[in-house]
Nanobody, 126 residues
Framework: QTQLVESGGGLVQPGGSLRLSCTAS????????IGWFRQTPGKEREAVSC????????VYAESVKGRFTIARDNAKNTVFLQMNSLKPEDTAVYYC???????????????????WGQGNQVTVSS
């Protein structure tokens, strides 16, 4: 059974915008720290942005600060990643991941997260 589903990816020109959605099935995302990660062929999966399960504090990769925004919509049991001013180097498969409570600080390590979506392709190209 799929527990996390990403949607909203696609092909966009440089400078354009996309909004990715991560929706949970069977559990409340408000209890989990949520991370958005991305991966390109031959590279390690890297954190893009994460949002805390306690105070909704956020972290962003330096490469996306000022361009991407992570936010929760608890009514929809969804976490969004708004991506603006997209660059070709943002091209990747984007994953959402959930970490159960138990950590006092946000982790940006992929292996800290227990639940993963299947991934959603984002391609930034002219």
């Amino acid at each position: 059974q799929t527990q996390l589903v990403e949607s909203g990816g696609g092909l966009v020109q440089p400078g354009g915008s996309l909004r990715l959605s991560c929706t949970a099935s069977g559990f409340d995302l408000n209890y989990f720290t949520i991370g958005w990660f991305r991966q390109t062929p031959g590279k390690e999966r890297e954190a893009v942005s994460c949002i805390s399960n306690s105070d909704d504090s956020t972290v962003y990769a330096e490469s996306v600060k000022g361009r991407f925004t992570i936010a929760r919509d608890n009514a929809k049991n969804t976490v969004f990643l708004q991506m603006n001013s997209l660059k070709p180097e943002d091209t990747a498969v984007y994953y959402c991941a959930a970490e159960p409570p138990g950590r006092t600080v946000i982790s940006t390590r992929a292996n800290a997260y227990d639940y993963w979506g299947q991934g959603n392709q984002v391609t930034v190209s002219s």
